[in-house]
């Protein structure tokens, strides 16, 4: 069953706090935020545009931070701000060309359970809230920001069989 909803992704959505961060908001004393992001988790998205499967990002918070590293790593769709998910849910699957059962979504708390059952494929990292590891397809061995999406993108890859071609379109050998 779970091949069957994995072979339908052509989208990848992924919230930011606790999924491709740790959770953590360092704030220094004259107020400037900082974020830290996993490299891992970042080649994992290369490796899913490399496949042709889009990534976006739905976040219920703003912040430059996440603006930054969308724009490092290509990502196009990215909706912040978004205290009811499913608007900016919408919306990206409108701007991508997708159906809801064509998208992958990794969330990690209350605020993203809104989503999982309009999804083809709900996924959360080892350290999600408890109500949100009971409403997921998938649970990642890891936890978010600590290669959580990387796992994801493996385990989508491999399953469309896309994902030796994804590592040697980016690098040029084979694994």
Sequence with gaps: MQKDLINNIRLVILDVDGVLTDGSINISGTGEMYKTFFVRDGLGIKFLQDAGIQVAICTGRTSKIVEERAKELGITLVMQGEKDKREGFARICMLAGVTADQVAYMGDDIPDLCLFPLVGFACAPRNASPIVLDKVHWVSSFDGGKGAVREMAELILTTQNKF???VKKR?????
């Design 164 to 166: 030796k071609d994804a």
């Design 171 to 175: 690098f040029n050998y084979e694994i």
